[in-house]
C-alpha cells in the first residue's frame, strides 16, 4: 500500500466550471476525511465518512459541493460552479477507527486547487 | 466550543538549538495530534497522543491533560526541520481534527 494518493496534485480552472477531486485511501481503513486549506491557514474540516456513509458535513460546505464514497474505498469531491474563493489546498486523509482503538491518520498529498 | 491554540506563530532558530513549540485546547479531547507540513502541501504525523509523554529521534511530545496543553519539543534543531508544525485535536474518537493555525519553523545553519 502505497498510502494516501489524490489525484491531481494540481488543478487550475475558470470560474464557473465544475472540478472533481479523487482521493484513495489506505485499504483497510474505514475512515475518509476532507479538509480545506487556505495559504497560512491550518486545514478546516469539510466532511468525512466512515466506510461509504458519510457522517457529517461542515457548513463551509456549500450545496456547490459534493462528496461521495459509494463503495467505502475511494472518494471523489466535486465542486460546481468554481468561484475565485474555492481557491485552496484541498487535503484528504484516512484512518482505521475500531474497537481497539484509533490508530492515527495518514494525509495524502492535497489537490492544490486555482480559479482564475 | 473546540478550539486548539498554538503558539508561537512564527520561530526562527539557529541550527542546534532546543525548540519548543507549545498548543493549548479549550476542552477535554480524546486525543492531540503533531503533524508536520512541508511546502507543497503534505501533511506528516509525528505523534498523536493522549497522555504522558513520546519520543521520535529528535523530536518529543508531551502533554498535560488537567492544564490542556501540550508541547512539541525539537532537540539538536537541523535545517531538515524547517517546515510549518500543526498541532491537531479530535474531540472524541475517531472523529474530525481541529487545528491549529501551525508554527512556521526556520532552522538556519
Known amino acids: 500500500d502505497t498510502g494516501v494518493s489524490q489525484d491531481p496534485r494540481h488543478k487550475i480552472t475558470k470560474r464557473g466550471q465544475n472540478v472533481t477531486f479523487r482521493c484513495d485511501p489506505i485499504?483497510?481503513?474505514?475512515?475518509l476525511y476532507w479538509y480545506r486549506q487556505t495559504l497560512g491557514q491550518g486545514p478546516e474540516f469539510l466532511t468525512y465518512?466512515?466506510?461509504?456513509?458519510?457522517?457529517?458535513k461542515s457548513r463551509l460546505l456549500s450545496d456547490r459541493f459534493s462528496a461521495e464514497r459509494p463503495k467505502g474505498s475511494f472518494s471523489t469531491l466535486e465542486i460546481q460552479r468554481t468561484e475565485q474563493g474555492d481557491s485552496a489546498m484541498y487535503l484528504c486523509a484516512s484512518s482505521l477507527i475500531s474497537r481497539g482503538g484509533d490508530y492515527g491518520y495518514t494525509f495524502g498529498s492535497g489537490t492544490r486547487l486555482t480559479v482564475v | 466550543k473546540n478550539e486548539v491554540e498554538q503558539s508561537p506563530q512564527n520561530l526562527t532558530a539557529q541550527e542546534g538549538e532546543f525548540i519548543t513549540i507549545n498548543c493549548s485546547y479549550s476542552?477535554?479531547?480524546?486525543?492531540l495530534h503533531w503533524l508536520q507540513q512541508h511546502p507543497g502541501g503534505g501533511i506528516v504525523s509525528l505523534f498523536m497522543l493522549s497522555s504522558g509523554k513520546k519520543k521520535h529521534g529528535r523530536l518529543i511530545a508531551t502533554i498535560n491533560i488537567q492544564e490542556k496543553h501540550s508541547s512539541l519539543h525539537i532537540t539538536a534543531s537541523h535545517p531538515r526541520d524547517s517546515a510549518v508544525y500543526i498541532c491537531a485535536a479530535t474531540f472524541a474518537k475517531g472523529n474530525k481534527l481541529v487545528f491549529g493555525a501551525g508554527t512556521i519553523l526556520r532552522v538556519k545553519s
Open positions: 476542552v477535554g479531547i480524546s486525543a
Open positions: 465518512f466512515q466506510n461509504e456513509a458519510q457522517l457529517e
Open positions: 485499504s483497510e481503513h474505514n475512515r
